[in-house]
């Protein structure tokens, strides 16, 4: 497309398409040709089955974690700071008086 070097693009595809195909090994369906090809959507994008997409990440989540460590339906009000380094959450269950403190080694805001 001329906006990056196609070696550099051709390097991170490389860890794209393995994770392409575990997703397709834990059940994600891809779409394919007559050929067995994926069907792409554009120059890069492959078609899925989105609504599938959810259900398989949260059960390899479950799986690695284990159904102990999961906590669903948790609504994240402040960070847990240690100056300026992000150790933790607090919030609070938005079915149950539950309140919880998350202390973490990493944290992702998504």
């Known amino acids: ?28 369906p891809i779409w394919k040709d ?3 090809g994926y069907v792409h959507e554009g120059r890069w994008q492959l078609m899925i089955n989105g609504e599938s997409y959810k259900v398989i990440v949260a059960e390899a989540a479950k ?6 460590n999961i906590y669903e ?4 009000t402040h960070p847990l700071m240690d100056g300026d380094q992000c ?15 998350f202390k973490a080694k990493a ?4």
């Open 63 to 68: 799986n690695a974690l284990g159904v102990d």
């Open 87 to 101: 150790v933790g959450a607090v919030g609070f269950s938005v079915r149950e008086d539950k309140f919880y403190v």
């Open 34 to 36: 007559e050929d067995g």
């Open 73 to 76: 339906r948790v609504f994240i």
């Open 107 to 110: 944290t992702i805001c998504a």
């Open 1 to 28: 497309m001329g906006v990056t070097r196609e070696d550099l693009v051709a390097d991170i595809a490389r860890h794209v398409d393995s994770s392409v195909h575990l997703f397709e090994k834990w059940g994600l």
